[in-house]
């Protein structure tokens, strides 16, 4: 079973820029991978998705423009780009594999999840 492991994450302040990997440890991505957001006392939040194997994405309507999901087939990493960050973006951020190589925004459709890395935005 592969384990995703997420990076990056960190204390940063509004308006700043912020790239988040994940890399697959035993194993390799799914055909669909997706980031998700969990800020405290909310529920869990659908980022983006990429098909890993033609670089497809889509971001959620309320991140586009900011945030771009993008991998690096070579260096088996996923990555979210995170521009012009605000307060509202402060969440520990997932990185999740399809189960089926279905894209969708849906978490129970994902199965290998990352143990989260924390983004703060704070000034």
């Known amino acids: 079973q592969v384990r995703l492991v997420e990076s990056g994450g960190g204390l940063v302040q509004p308006g700043d820029s912020l790239r988040l990997s994940c890399a697959a440890h035993?194993?390799?991505?799914?055909?669909?991978m997706a980031w998700f957001r969990q800020a405290p006392g909310k529920e869990l939040e659908y980022v983006a998705r990429?098909?890993?194997?033609?670089?497809?994405?889509h971001v959620a309507d309320s991140l586009k423009g900011r945030f771009t999901i993008s991998r690096d087939s070579a260096k088996n990493t996923l990555y979210l780009q995170m521009n012009s960050v605000k307060t509202e973006d402060t969440a520990a951020y997932s990185c999740?594999?399809?189960?089926?190589?279905?894209?969708?925004?849906?978490?129970?459709?994902?199965?290998?999840w990352g143990q989260g890395t924390q983004v703060t935005v704070s000034s």
């Open positions: 999740a594999a399809s189960k089926f190589g279905i894209a969708t925004m849906t978490r129970d459709d994902y199965g290998d």
């Open positions: 035993g194993g390799t991505f799914s055909s669909v």
């Open positions: 990429i098909r890993w194997i033609d670089g497809t994405t």
